[in-house]
């Protein structure tokens, strides 16, 4: 008698229990792409037409209310290869944490920089070409760290727009700089050793941010989505080099007529922070900057449809006579929305690497679908 009494109290008592339900979210988004090698020697030219993966994910998140003002949230994310042709359940952003509706967020986990979150709002061809035409194949800052503690301020709310302060503290556990299955590993032993740290305004008409990296892997003198096999500028010639970065980034958004045109512009510079797994040709790196404009409009009468279309650059110079790497990519396509879900889209890009006389030229011309869940 006593056991049935025990069990229906436990059963009253799991009854009267709420649970936020796990959300099942992700992205599948693959393209097509003609990219034609250019190399340095023009009898081994050919055509080449790849499949690419581009940032396909699937994730976990939940988010349960304790009290009126705190809640346990969580979000665990892993990479997937769209066209089959790399690992997949590599790592993104996963975290646990407590969130305070007045004091803020706080995480615990491996997380994108806030420097690196600042790259979204004005990227307009983000992971296009298997990730390598955006920011992240010519620039420094695009890093996932793991070992990390984050915090995410509350909004501060202003009469004409709000303000958002984002911090991660990183430990490098007693190791050196290293490159991850999707996140990356920090130097030193304490908690803070690296970080990165943004301050965002954003209101209905701009959108205006920076951010600072202290110490954060990152990789120098990138070579975009460049596909020759024996190119004219080499990786080796051009210094790239994985290695610690203190990077200030600076963006900025306008929007006009109503959002339907977007003005996108960003720019940074990096410079290398001696830390222990840094690559050796890092040594000889003086500093990076890199810049990029864009534009985004959505057709009026066609609301389905968006042009778009950005210019980036970086510049990559050296301490001794090595002549400065120049990496410049130019880029326009078109969207269209089937749904918020489902997006098709097409693009035309080129990218030219230059290194006193050499140079490398790469065409790229694309189309895909994505689909978010």
């Known amino acids: ?10 059963l009253s008592v799991l009854a009267g229990s709420t649970f936020a339900a796990p959300i099942f979210y992700g992205e599948i988004d693959a393209s097509i792409d003609y990219l034609p090698e250019d190399n340095a020697s023009p009898i081994s030219d050919k055509d080449v037409v790849e499949v690419s993966s581009n940032s396909s994910f699937i994730g976990v998140k939940g988010d349960e209310k304790l009290t009126e003002r705190l809640s346990a949230v969580y979000a665990i994310e892993w990479g997937l290869s769209a066209d089959g042709d790399s690992t997949d359940w590599t790592t993104r952003n996963r975290f646990v944490g407590l969130k305070d509706a007045q004091l803020g967020t706080l995480k615990v986990g491996a997380h994108d920089t806030p420097l690196k979150q600042l790259s979204s709002p004005v990227d307009t061809f983000n992971n296009y070409v298997a990730n390598k035409a955006d920011v992240n194949g010519i620039f420094t800052g695009e890093a996932r760290i793991s070992n990390a503690v984050i915090y995410e301020s509350p909004t501060i709310k202003l009469p004409t727009g709000a303000i958002k302060v984002n911090a991660l503290l990183a430990s490098g556990e007693d190791s050196g700089i290293a490159k991850g299955n999707g996140s990356s590993k920090t130097a030193g032993r304490g908690l803070g050793d690296a970080w990165s740290a943004s301050v965002v305004y954003d209101s209905p008409v701009v959108l205006a ?8 892997p990152s990789n120098f003198a990138g070579r975009g989505f460049v596909n020759a096999s024996s190119p004219e500028v080499t990786g080796g010639a051009a210094g790239s080099a994985f290695a610690a970065a203190n990077t200030v980034r600076a963006i900025g958004r306008v929007n006009l007529l109503d ?16 830390a222990a797994g840094n690559e050796a040709a890092a040594a000889d790196i003086d500093d990076s900057q890199g810049w990029l404009v864009g534009a985004e409009y959505n057709l009026p009468t066609a609301k389905a449809w968006t042009v778009k279309a950005q210019y980036s650059q970086n510049t990559t110079s050296f301490k001794t006579a090595k002549s400065d790497f120049e990496a410049k990519q130019i880029f326009a396509g078109a969207d269209y929305a089937f749904s918020k879900q489902v ?5 035309a ?15 790229v011309v694309g ?7």
């Open 1 to 10: 008698m006593k056991t049935k009494i025990a069990a229906a109290i436990a």
């Open 209 to 216: 941010g920076i951010a600072y990296d202290k110490a954060i």
């Open 259 to 274: 959002n339907a045109l977007a003005l996108k512009a960003l720019y940074q510079t990096s410079e290398v922070e001696d």
């Open 343 to 347: 997006k098709a889209y097409g693009y």
């Open 349 to 363: 890009g080129y990218l030219t690497l230059e290194q006193g006389s050499n140079e490398t030229k790469q065409p």
């Open 367 to 373: 189309t895909g679908l994505e689909y978010k869940f």
